[in-house]
């Protein structure tokens, strides 16, 4: 699928370092969210924006900070994260109002 | 919280065989959409059917809405059908939020 693309695709950072990924939706949609897919286990919802505003963080670490800008764009800022923050981070978007939700490529990240 | 199981959790194919995924899960919903992610971790949206039966070529799926539980047939099954099968729901009180099951992982071998 191509209308969410999330950048960057791979990226390995210590554990002192700052870092944002990104998330660029073309579908017209109004609500976004970041998932983690860790090794083994089901995908966990991080955060969920509708309409510009949060709606559910699911109890993220602090160190996990998703800004919104505008219906379009969606960031995590990174910050001092730990080895099991190692993960497949996924952006996906739809229209609110339990519309299918569609899913962008993913960011690989690996903290050393 | 709303729970999602699938079934089986790994499935092995020879390549043209038919298979069927389960997904069962705990409340009522109002969105069912299946998933496959590939080997390179890409998640493809396959159907959105919270109810009824849908067809896609070789794959379609029927979700059962009031017995709680989604199908997913994969028929003359291929090498590039390989990869996790994730079904994901909806409940009424989750707005917007996906729960995700653990997946089927399928391999399919010439």
């Known amino acids: 699928e191509t209308g969410v693309t999330q950048t960057p695709r791979h990226l390995v950072m210590g554990m002192t370092n700052k870092k944002s990924l990104k998330c660029e939706q073309h579908?017209?949609?109004?609500?976004m969210y970041w998932y983690k897919q860790s090794a083994k286990k089901p995908l966990e919802l991080m955060f969920v924006y509708s309409l510009e505003e949060r709606v559910e963080n699911n109890s993220v670490p602090s160190r996990f900070s998703p800004e919104c800008p505008n219906s379009s764009h969606l960031f995590l800022h990174l910050h001092t994260l730990q080895p099991e923050d190692s993960a497949l981070y996924l952006c996906a978007s739809s229209q609110a109002g339990g519309q299918p939700q569609h899913f962008g490529d993913g960011t690989r990240l690996s903290i050393l | 919280g709303i729970q999602v199981e699938q079934s089986p959790p790994d499935l092995i194919l020879q390549e043209g065989a038919n298979s069927t995924l389960r997904c069962n899960f705990s409340?009522?919903?109002?969105?069912l959409q299946w998933f496959h992610q590939n080997p390179w971790g890409q998640l493809i949206n396959l159907f959105y059917i919270p109810s009824g039966t849908k067809q896609n070529g070789r794959l379609s799926a029927t979700t059962v809405a009031t017995e709680r539980y989604s199908l997913l047939y994969i028929s003359s099954s291929q090498t590039t059908d390989s990869g996790v099968y994730f079904c994901?729901?909806?409940?009424?009180?989750?707005?917007?939020?996906?729960?995700f099951g653990g997946g089927t992982r399928l391999m399919v071998k010439p």
């Open positions: 409340d009522s919903v109002n969105n």
């Open positions: 579908l017209g949609h109004n609500a």
């Open positions: 994901a729901v909806e409940d009424w009180d989750a707005g917007n939020m996906l729960t």
